[in-house]
């Protein structure tokens, strides 16, 4: 009986592939939290230190994408629209605010706050899922996130209130969090469950991670008019304006050029979907990173068009693009299988152009991105032209797994 209750918990073939309104609400408090990161890589730029400042801002954008992750993968399993999963989307949404309002001192005063709601964050899904699911085999993953979130617990508490010893006890708490995510989440005599193996709705990964993407862009877009509506209005920022939007227009051009549409069809054909979705979780992260940190760069020549290019501003200004390139290579490599020479060519120009445009102004440094990635952008509609629309064919999750454990 109770593994029927906790069964009526799972997604069937008849719930709804796309995300659904209670998942988009709970995007709403990412677009204010993706902010507040831009805005204290911004200070990182502008205090002393900054690949030491960046590094911290860093270990905090991993958290919050920590979480987002594994509620995206937690509505993915189960049924978004039973009781127990909103209760639980609800509540990460409410802890996702909290950190995203505690994010630009988290590491100073704020520290406790943050680390107090993510645990509760880490600690609370599990436990409600393992009460919801009752008697049903898939209980063992949730407790298994349940004893992994218990023993990194008192790293983020005693850092939080031990500030000497912050910094190292957070770093050490977040690798334990990630290791978890690839070793599956070991326990004594119940092994481990790794995400690749497990039972998801290929489609709504899809929709999940084309969403985060988007709202990245969002995000770059409000970060472009917050800082022109707080400049002078007048010609000598408009030019940095408008570039920073072609850069953002050009980022989800190259993203959605067939890859960012195929993933959902990549899954679906995949074998193993779970080993494809894990893997583009990762790119993803790089990609969103790679958009977050072009954000800066706009602020930073949106405020200063005609200065000389500080080599610092040129790691957000081109550094942004090009990580986002990287990725984005890996990304068409999971769908199709191939990486396509233009986007390997316009990493490789991004790269040998930042030393040359420090002799310039910052806004020939961000009309440079503009120009490679409207090159790769063009290169892509070349290639298309006059062509069929390509098809997956991704390498990853084609070999077939034997029938699904109990846990999957």
Do not use: K
């Amino acid at each position: 009986m109770g593994e029927q209750r906790g069964g009526a918990l799972l997604r069937t073939m008849s719930s709804p592939e796309r995300a659904t309104f209670l998942e988009l609400f709970f995007d709403l408090v990412f677009v204010f939290a993706l902010t507040r990161v831009s805005q204290r890589l911004v200070a990182d730029v502008d205090g002393g230190g900054m690949a030491v400042n960046a590094g911290r801002t860093l270990l905090l954008f991993l958290v919050l994408w920590h979480v987002w992750a594994i509620t995206t993968w937690v509505t993915s399993r189960y049924e978004p629209e039973r009781t127990a999963i909103q209760a639980v989307v609800v509540g990460v949404m409410f802890g996702s605010l909290v950190l995203g309002v505690t994010l630009p001192r988290a590491l100073e005063e704020r520290a406790p706050a943050f680390a107090l709601a993510y645990v509760v964050m880490m600690v609370g899904r599990p436990l409600v899922l393992m009460a919801a699911l009752r008697g049903h085999p898939r209980r063992m993953v949730p407790v298994r996130l349940f004893g992994w979130a218990v023993a990194t617990a008192p790293l983020w508490l005693v850092g939080a209130l031990v500030p000497e010893m912050r910094l190292p006890l957070w770093v050490a708490a977040l690798a334990v969090d990630y290791l978890g995510v690839f070793l599956g989440w070991p326990l004594p005599r119940l092994g481990r469950s790794r995400p690749r193996t497990w039972l998801v709705t290929g489609a709504h990964l899809a929709e999940r991670y084309q969403q985060i993407f988007l709202i990245s862009l969002g995000e770059s877009i409000l970060v472009i008019g917050v800082s022109y509506s707080g400049e002078e209005f007048s010609g000598r920022s408009a030019a940095a304006f408008g570039l920073a939007f072609l850069v953002t227009a050009l980022l989800w051009r190259i993203y959605f050029h067939r890859a960012g549409h195929l993933l959902g069809e990549a899954l679906r054909r995949a074998g193993t979907p779970g080993r494809l979705a894990e893997s583009s979780e990762w790119t993803h992260l790089f990609m969103v990173l790679g958009v977050l940190v072009s954000a800066v760069g706009y602020e930073l020549v949106i405020a200063h068009p005609y200065d000389a290019a500080d080599p610092r501003w040129l790691v957000f200004v081109v550094g942004g693009p090009a990580l986002f390139l990287a990725a984005r290579s890996r990304f068409e490599y999971e769908i199709f299988g191939r990486v396509s020479r233009s986007r390997l060519v316009g990493l490789a120009a991004l790269l040998l152009l930042a030393p040359a445009l420090t002799a310039g102004p910052a806004l020939l440094a961000l009309g440079a991105a503009a120009g490679v990635l409207a090159l790769v952008a063009l290169a892509d509609a070349r290639h298309a032209w006059g062509r069929p629309p390509e098809s997956s064919a991704s390498p990853l999750g084609r070999e077939v797994l034997g029938e699904a454990g109990p846990e999957a």
